[in-house]
């Protein structure tokens, strides 16, 4: 079975850095892209940017790029998004999740990550 | 970046009726690259449907998507107990990949 496991929830003030994890399993981690997706009771779900494992091409959305960084380590088929210095505008929940067509992400995220609880407050 | 906008905001229906539901964008979806995701309390979304009107793995056929350009629709032809959740509409087309706002169907 194919899965997505998530780093557990986080709490962190604002300034502070983190970086949450997303562990592939039961699949060929490098041949399919990876999504990350946040959710909040007051703009729902956002797209932040996308990673292909096999070589680490990254795409992101407009609104998130240069204040989060998405990168991968192939030896241990994991996804990472990470933060230098967290807003408490970054509480959210956030999802990985896998676009269902090797080497293609033309195709809908078909397997997701539990998610990961983000609480960045003073 | 293409926004979507979904109709209704929350669809009051019984178990057994028929649901349908609106992803209307701002700009032309390439190529149809529409998906459907059902989201229950507490949990991840759920693929139900990619490429407009493919269904993934294990839905039900129950559901069904149709649409092209900027309209689409997502039908659950009889409500089943389990359908009543959040149905959220996702253009994967053109970067940013965006999100519609949600459409709650709730028992009524």
């Known amino acids: 079975e194919v899965q997505l496991v998530q780093s557990g929830a986080e709490g962190k003030k604002p300034g502070e850095s983190l970086k949450i994890s997303c562990k592939s399993s039961g699949q060929s981690f490098t041949s399919y892209w990876i999504s990350w997706v946040r959710q909040t009771p007051g703009k729902g779900l956002e797209w932040l940017g996308i990673i292909y494992p096999g070589d680490s091409q990254t795409r992101y959305s407009p609104a998130f790029e240069g204040h989060v960084s998405i990168s991968v380590d192939k030896s241990i088929d994991t996804a990472y998004l990470q933060w230098s210095s967290l807003k408490a505008s970054d509480s959210g929940i956030y999802y990985c999740?896998?676009?269902?067509?090797?080497?293609?992400?033309?195709?809908?995220?078909?397997?997701w990550g539990q998610g990961t609880t983000v609480t960045v407050s003073s | 970046e293409i926004v979507l906008t979904q109709s209704p905001g929350t669809l009051s229906l019984s178990p057994g009726e028929r649901a349908t539901l609106s992803c209307r964008a701002s700009q032309i979806v390439s190529s149809s690259f529409l998906a459907w995701y059902q989201q229950r309390p507490g949990q991840a979304p759920r693929l139900l449907i990619y490429?407009?009107?493919s269904r993934a793995t294990a839905i039900p056929d129950r559901f069904s998507g149709s649409g092209s350009g900027t309209d689409f629709t997502l039908t659950i032809s009889r409500l089943d107990p389990e359908d009543f959740a959040v149905y959220f509409c996702?253009?994967?087309?053109?970067?940013?990949?965006?999100f519609g706002g949600g459409t709650k169907v709730e028992i009524k």
């Open positions: 996702q253009q994967y087309g053109s970067s940013p990949f965006t």
């Open positions: 490429g407009a009107s």
């Open positions: 999740a896998r676009h269902g067509l090797p080497r293609n992400y033309y195709h809908g995220l078909d397997v």
